[in-house]
């Protein structure tokens, strides 16, 4: 099975991406920067005698590989993770495959992966009401959206997004 998490509310995320982690002790973690065709290969088809099913953690791999650089570079490392992800896609089919992205990826990005199961973290609406009902003579209902903001959402972030607005 292939995960792939991302969106722009990074805390909730980035825990649900942990919750998982936590329950595979034995999993491997890669780094998206220091993914490399040869070394995944390597995880999937190398080890032991009975054919075992792994669970890999994969971290910014596709910010990462399409980050802009030199523009040779670039289009190699973008190919590069187009041939990263269908062989990941390939492997999704026997393993667990879990990518995690720190921000919302484009649609370019997400139509990589065709069978992948999309997880996205969006902030609540109510946390964009809360910030723009911020103003003199509204306290009543800024109580009110605040206390509706901290059910969905962690209290740093609200706070964090709090002070951008002031």
């Known amino acids: 099975m292939l995960t792939l998490i991302h969106g722009d509310d990074i805390v909730?995320?980035?825990?649900?991406?942990?919750?998982?982690?936590?329950?595979?002790?034995?999993?491997?973690?890669?780094?998206?920067?220091?993914?490399?065709?040869?070394?995944i290969t390597q995880i999937f088809e190398g080890g032991g005698l009975f054919y075992e099913s792994k669970t890999v953690f994969i971290e910014q791999f596709l910010t990462k590989k399409f980050k802009k650089s030199a523009a040779g570079s670039a289009k190699k490392t973008a190919s590069?993770?187009?041939?990263?992800?269908?062989?990941?896609?390939?492997?999704?089919?026997?393993?667990?495959i879990i990518l995690w992205e720190g921000k919302e990826l484009e649609k370019s990005a997400l139509s990589l992966f065709k069978i992948a199961d999309i997880k996205m973290f969006k902030f609540p609406q109510t946390l964009f009401l809360f910030l723009d009902s911020i103003k003199p003579n509204n306290g009543k209902q800024l109580i009110s959206l605040f206390h509706k903001t901290i059910v969905n959402s962690e209290e740093e972030m609200v706070f964090f997004m709090l002070i951008r607005q002031v």
């Open 12 to 39: 909730s995320s980035r825990k649900y991406f942990q919750d998982i982690k936590q329950r595979h002790v034995d999993a491997l973690l890669i780094e998206g920067d220091k993914a490399n065709l040869t070394d």
């Open 80 to 96: 590069e993770a187009v041939n990263i992800a269908a062989y990941l896609e390939k492997q999704a089919t026997d393993n667990n």
